[in-house]
Nanobody, 126 residues
Framework: QVQLVESGGGLVQAGDSLRLSCAAS????????MGWFRQFPGKDRQFVAA????????YYGDSVKGRFTISRDNAETTVYLQMNSLKPEDTAVYSC???????????????????WGQGTQVTVSS
């Protein structure tokens, strides 16, 4: 099993930046593509960003493209989500996830992922 622990969430003002971290257990972190999703109250989970095993390919949801950046450090077994120019509509619980499947367009689907973190709350005030 893979254990994922998110951190870095908090309360910020519109226009501010945050960096979320997702620390993974185990010594096979490089075998997993990683994704970030967010959950709004009463709504379905929304894809945010994904990164392949090596970190050489990334993909972003339209709502965050140009503002958020996903990265990973395989030596530290950690994936990051740098969030800039935050908006109130970015307020959500952000979760990271891991999949053993090869990187493809299906990486935007939550069902593609095998393991999930518990999430970290991001709140953006006006």
């Amino acid at each position: 099993q893979v254990q994922l622990v998110e951190s870095g969430g908090g309360l910020v003002q519109a226009g501010d930046s945050l960096r979320l971290s997702c620390a993974a257990s185990g010594r096979t972190f490089s075998n997993y593509a990683m994704g970030w999703f967010r959950q709004f109250p009463g709504k379905d989970r929304q894809f945010v960003a994904a990164i392949n095993r090596s970190g050489g390919a990334t993909y972003y949801g339209d709502s965050v493209k140009g503002r958020f950046t996903i990265s990973r450090d395989n030596a530290e077994t950690t994936v990051y989500l740098q969030m800039n120019s935050l908006k109130p509509e970015d307020t959500a619980v952000y979760s990271c996830a891991a999949t053993r499947r090869l990187f493809s367009t299906a990486i935007t689907r939550g069902s593609e992922y095998d393991y999930w973190g518990q999430g970290t709350q991001v709140t953006v005030s006006s």
